[in-house]
């Protein structure tokens, strides 16, 4: 607009054509007559309203398409921008406080304990509906800190330990290369039920054959959730065979792709977290033993919780943004604690009398392999570190056994008691 003002100023006070403008024959005959005064000149001066705007006018038609065409992509382009930045904005949805999260002790602890020490190997929160376990698990995230990565690397590569390091970054570093780092946070991915097993993997990159003939492996969820969690809402709705590639993956640290003509393996260590309503339907036995903890969430009988939780989603749903720095300070608190946790983790020391025990609770449990024996172990050692302590204790290990024994134990239809109660009671057996 600017551009045809000065051209249209240019016609109109000096009667000079500008480069680039080719004047219609109607208008250059025009411009040769003799000039008149406008009365609206004679009174006010200046130069007359029909006078600019047929200039203005002239001037618009006369710019050539091309630019015109420039001009209002470049401000197609502009306002595009604009409105994506607004949209994400507008979706960067906050998340509910880890602190203010009411209750339900038994999954919290799970949880910080696999963030703790990842090698415990997921957990399965099984429980009733609309108990909060998908706002506990989403409400992780604030409690991780920061990771470092290689920036252009699509599998979140560490920069400097060699398990987490694709190859790619490993034969960059073998040959003296230089690799940018940058600081994300702990990818969280959320694996939907209509997933499809080429989605969760990765395939083929069909754009780059199709249009530079080239085969290129297109990574997928399991790329994206490396060195992160990766969460299955409706866990047991899932197809199995999905089940078996997210746990195979889980337990190795590795993803393996053979497929259309390409061989590719990618690290894919993530803490895998599973919830479920146990009403819509089970996992089979095979499946549930390879997760490491499996807590059960029951809903909140005391009135004056429930009251609680009611007036903390009323506040959060009427400020996020406040309710989220009333609980800073407590988050920032359990992150603090979780880091210390994590690099004491490896002095913590459990008895040997202490592990022979663990076996016989196990044991006495008819529990199938030897998951459960080295789950306990991890989740006690685990445990303590978040405590502060470098030693194992028996309380440290009566507070996780029922944790990760609960889900092992065979079914028995003729049993009316609950496979915790059941734990706890040999436990109490063997320990006292």
Avoid at 211 to 231: D, H, M, S, V, W
Wanted: glycine share 6%; with cysteine; proline share 5%.
């Amino acid at each position: 607009f600017c551009v045809m003002a000065d051209q249209a100023f240019s016609l109109t006070s000096s009667n000079v054509v500008p480069a680039g403008l080719q004047l219609p024959a109607a208008v250059t005959a025009l411009r040769e007559q003799p000039h008149v005064q406008h009365p609206e000149q004679q009174q006010g001066g200046g130069i007359p309203k029909d006078a600019v705007g047929l200039a203005l006018g002239v001037a618009a038609c006369s710019v050539p398409r091309s630019f015109r065409k420039r001009a209002a992509k470049k401000q197609v382009v502009r306002c595009a921008v604009a409105e994506a930045t607004e949209v994400k904005m507008e979706e960067a949805r906050p998340v509910f406080p880890f602190s203010a999260i009411v209750g339900q002790a038994e999954m919290k602890l799970a949880l910080i304990l696999n963030v703790i020490d990842p090698k415990i190997g997921g957990v399965m929160i099984l429980g009733d509906r609309g108990t909060g376990k998908t706002t506990t698990i989403r409400a992780l995230v604030d409690l991780l800190p920061e990771i470092d990565c290689v920036s252009d690397d699509p599998y979140n590569s560490s920069p400097s330990e060699y398990d987490n390091m694709s190859d790619e970054v490993r034969n960059r570093l073998a040959n003296s290369e230089e690799v940018p780092v940058v600081k994300r946070k702990v990818p969280m991915v959320d694996l939907p039920l209509g997933a499809t097993e080429d989605r969760v993997c990765g395939t083929i990159d069909i754009e780059k054959a199709l249009t530079q003939g080239k085969k290129a492996f297109e990574p997928g969820l399991l790329a994206k959730a490396n060195r992160g969690i990766l969460y299955v809402d409706e866990v047991n709705l899932l197809d199995d065979h999905l089940v078996d590639v997210l746990l195979d993956s889980a337990a190795g640290g590795w993803n393996t792709v053979e497929r259309e003509g390409i061989s590719i393996r990618h690290p894919a260590k993530f803490i895998l977290i599973g919830s479920g309503n146990p009403e819509e339907g089970e996992l089979r036995p095979q499946l549930l033993d390879r997760f490491g903890m499996h807590a059960m969430i029951r809903t909140e009988r005391d009135p004056e919780l429930r009251v609680q939780i009611v007036e903390s989603c009323q506040e959060f749903a009427d400020d996020p943004k406040l309710m989220r720095e009333k609980f800073l300070e407590d988050n920032l608190e359990f992150s603090k604690q979780i880091i210390i946790a994590r690099e004491n983790l490896s002095k913590v020391t459990i008895d040997a009398d202490l592990r022979r025990k663990i076996s016989r609770v196990c044991s006495e449990l008819n529990v199938d392999g030897l998951r459960g024996d080295i789950v306990t172990n991890r989740a006690a050692r685990a445990f303590c570190a978040f405590d502060g302590r470098t030693v194992v204790t028996e309380p440290d290990i009566k507070k996780v056994c029922t944790l990760c024994l609960r889900h092992r134990l065979r079914k028995d239809v003729l049993s009316t008691m609950d496979n915790g109660d059941k734990v706890q009671q040999v436990y109490d057996m063997i320990f006292t």
